[in-house]
């Protein structure tokens, strides 16, 4: 046997992810917050869905840019609740990105989420959890969608133009 080598049996454990996060190299260099909030409505549905499927909640959102010239601005917040829903991110992400758009051509935009914990571990209480029982709803319906036919077969209004999805 060489040194290094060995025939135990390889103990692989996964563990629960500490952020969650997408982000994505533009096409083109966006110049306005319209393109951009498109783009970040996508992706914080991927990182909403990828949260749920976790079965984890988050506490902190967070959007970077990265501008045509490679600098990159970013901004978070602290959520007054823990959440999983998409609308409660989006609004938070819209909110952080209107904070930081100056009128850059942008090239990057990312979400990501972080403060997570496990549905189990979160304790309820009336000033810690927003109870938004529609958009939960909403969500669940959506997940079983993209899990039955795919990731691709719903998407929101705001992320159509001309009643295409843009790429």
Do not use: C, W
């Not at 990828?50 to 990159?72: D, G, Q, W």
């Not at 997570?116 to 571990?121: C, D, G, H, P």
């Not at 529609?134 to 691709?152: I, S, W």
């Amino acid at each position: 046997m060489l040194i290094g080598e060995s025939n135990e049996e390889v103990n692989y454990i996964q563990e629960k992810p500490k952020g969650i996060g997408n982000s994505i190299t533009l096409p083109y260099d966006y110049g306005s917050i319209d393109e951009l909030e498109v783009v970040l409505v996508e992706l914080v549905q991927k990182v909403a869905y990828r949260l749920r499927k976790e079965n984890m909640y988050a506490s902190v959102v967070n959007v970077h840019l990265k501008n045509n010239e490679f600098k990159t601005v970013s901004h978070q917040k602290k959520l007054m609740y823990k959440t999983d829903t998409t609308n409660d991110i989006l609004e938070v992400a819209k909110e952080l990105l209107k904070e930081l758009y100056t009128g850059d051509l942008i090239r990057l935009i990312g979400v990501r989420v972080d403060g997570l914990v496990e549905k189990e571990e979160l304790q309820l209480s009336i000033f810690d959890q927003k109870e938004d029982s529609k958009n939960r709803k909403l969500d669940e319906t959506l997940d079983k969608l993209k899990e039955k036919f795919g990731y691709e077969v719903v998407t929101r209004a705001t992320e159509l133009k001309d009643g295409h999805k843009e790429n």
